[in-house]
């Protein structure tokens, strides 16, 4: 089946700019989704098909996807982005949804 | 607004079958632009997808779990279902409805229930 593989962990300072990736073999020829995950709270999506954001999702959170890593990207990090982030693709190999291990984004 | 929200037990007993009802409002099951389907997540683990459903019937599961799993829509009732046998201790979780939104060759998850916590203990 394909594996999503994300970093546990990534901290960042408030006010700067969060990159969460988001590795497969050649992600790029598939369109990726992210979605945020606050404690006891349902997940959000928050960026799909590579770079699109749903409404209500600020212009702060954009995604790009490229060879084997898609990336999403937190522009002026607020204390409010702390959450867990998921990256998902849809195979049709195999699983046809599959998300990534998640990482865990840290406000300093 | 759509909303979803999940129904069921909240606790299993081993060896018996999980059932959860997701009920959607502000919107139609039966649209073809959608699938409807089940996410779970176990206590401070990730998202593991579970299956989805067409409003016709036709159904995708997990293959690591499609041998316990079913998944059944009621298009009268705007419902979906979701039926997990042989349940163990691993198959706690909270356990998500979402809709499933069909792309170009993709899906993703636009609308998710609250989620429901299902505990499997005697």
């Known amino acids: 089946s394909y594996v999503l593989t994300q970093p546990p962990s990534v901290s960042v300072a408030p006010g700067q700019t969060a990159r969460i990736t988001c590795g497969g073999n050649?992600?790029?020829?598939?369109?990726v989704h992210w979605y945020q995950q606050k404690p006891g709270q349902a997940p959000v999506l928050v960026v799909y098909?590579?770079?699109d954001r749903p409404s209500g999702i600020p212009e702060r959170f954009s995604g790009s996807n490229s060879g084997n890593t898609a990336t999403l990207t937190i522009s002026r990090v607020e204390a409010g982005d702390e959450a867990d982030y998921y990256c998902?693709?849809?195979?049709?190999?195999?699983?046809?949804?599959?998300f990534g291990g998640g990482t865990k984004l840290t406000v300093l | 607004q759509l909303q979803l929200q999940e129904s069921g037990p909240g606790l299993v007993k081993p060896s018996e079958t999980l059932s959860l009802t997701c009920t959607v409002s502000?919107?139609?099951?039966?649209?073809?632009?959608?699938?409807w389907g089940w996410i779970r997540q176990p206590p401070g683990k990730g998202l593991e997808w579970i299956g989805s459903?067409?409003?016709?019937?036709?159904?995708y599961y997990n293959p690591s779990l499609k041998s316990r799993v079913t998944i059944s829509v009621d298009t009268s009732k705007n419902q979906f279902s979701l039926k997990l046998s042989s349940v163990t201790a691993a198959d706690t979780a909270v356990y998500y409805c979402?809709?499933?939104?069909?792309?170009?060759?993709?899906?993703?998850?636009?609308?998710w229930g609250q989620g429901t916590l299902v505990t499997v203990s005697s």
């Open positions: 459903i067409y409003y016709s019937g036709s159904t």
């Open positions: 050649n992600i790029g020829s598939k369109s």
């Open positions: 502000g919107g139609s099951i039966s649209s073809s632009s959608y699938y």
């Open positions: 979402a809709r499933h939104r069909r792309g170009r060759a993709t899906i993703h998850l636009d609308y």
């Open positions: 998902q693709v849809w195979d049709s190999s195999s699983d046809p949804v599959v």
């Open positions: 098909d590579d770079s």
